[in-house]
């Protein structure tokens, strides 16, 4: 338990000494990883249940071979990808935007290392390292969250590619 308040009361010292910045890196990684997961419990529970309504409806159907038929099948399907779809160009756009606020971090910590230096000269060292803390910290904050993202998001994007051909098959096949 004393190990939990130690890492926790880091973290805590690492997020006030990135600034701003590093807040906004915060935020923008929370609402990415809840897109993922989001994303990830729809495939694995609530998309089953499309497909067996997708199923369900083509079943139905005594004509399959008309051109009316193949609409209604790529209806199907279109609709199929578009719930499949749903969040992952904005978990992309979160992972492109991760590094840029990084950088964002790192030009408002370089600037805060010039106003040290205008004010005080170069006989302030500790100044200095604050805001060249403050730009490697939120660089490496942008970074990590984009890294950690893209994989997951890659994954995805291959999964829903499966399963989009899935249903095409699916529906093909009766």
Known sequence: MEALAKDLFNIQLLLESGGAV?????????IM???????YFFMYFVYPSHIKKSLTIWQ???DRQSWYAHQIRQGLIAESSISLKQNLMSIRTL??????????GTVDGMIQTFDVLTVFGTGNARGMAGGISVALI???????????????????EQQVRRAEDALADILRRD
């Open 22 to 30: 590093l807040w906004v890196i915060l935020i923008a990684s929370v």
């Open 33 to 39: 990883w809840t897109m993922i997961i989001e994303r």
């Open 95 to 104: 992972i492109a935007a991760l590094p840029m606020l990084g950088l964002l």
């Open 138 to 156: 939120t660089t490496m904050g942008g970074l990590l969250a984009a890294l950690s993202g893209m994989y997951f998001s890659t994954q995805l």
């Open 60 to 62: 139905a159907r005594s």
